[in-house]
Nanobody
Framework: QLQLVESGGGLVQPGGSLRLSCVASGPSLDYYPMGWFRQAPGKEREGVSCISSSDGNTYYSDSVKGRFTISRDYAKNSVYLQMNSLKPEDTAVYYC??????????????????WGQGTQVTVSS
């Protein structure tokens, strides 16, 4: 059984940085893409970033492109999100999730079937 646990969230000032971690226990995720999503109060969950297993390509939403970097460590069955130049609008609960080995990062949020519990990121002065 797969379990994902996010960590690294917290309170940070605008312009600051945080590094989120997602550690998976259970089966290897070597053949699956991994994504980061976030959900702010009153808003739908949105995709932030995704890293494929097929070619290692990374993808970012327009709102975080150039500021966030996704990476993964296959040996540790983990994925990370380095967040720089944080803005108040980045405030949300951040979730990692496992996608489809077939669709990779071309899938939709509905193709991500395994989710962590989330970690709170608050950007405020």
């Amino acid at each position: 059984q797969l379990q994902l646990v996010e960590s690294g969230g917290g309170l940070v000032q605008p312009g600051g940085s945080l590094r989120l971690s997602c550690v998976a226990s259970g089966p290897s995720l070597d053949y699956y893409p991994m994504g980061w999503f976030r959900q702010a109060p009153g808003k739908e969950r949105e995709g932030v970033s995704c890293i494929s297993s097929s070619d290692g390509n990374t993808y970012y939403s327009d709102s975080v492109k150039g500021r966030f970097t996704i990476s993964r460590d296959y040996a540790k069955n983990s994925v990370y999100l380095q967040m720089n130049s944080l803005k108040p609008e980045d405030t949300a609960v951040y979730y990692c999730a496992v996608g489809s080995a077939f669709f990779q990062c071309s899938g939709t949020i509905r193709d991500f079937g395994s989710w962590g519990q989330g970690t709170q990121v608050t950007v405020s002065s």
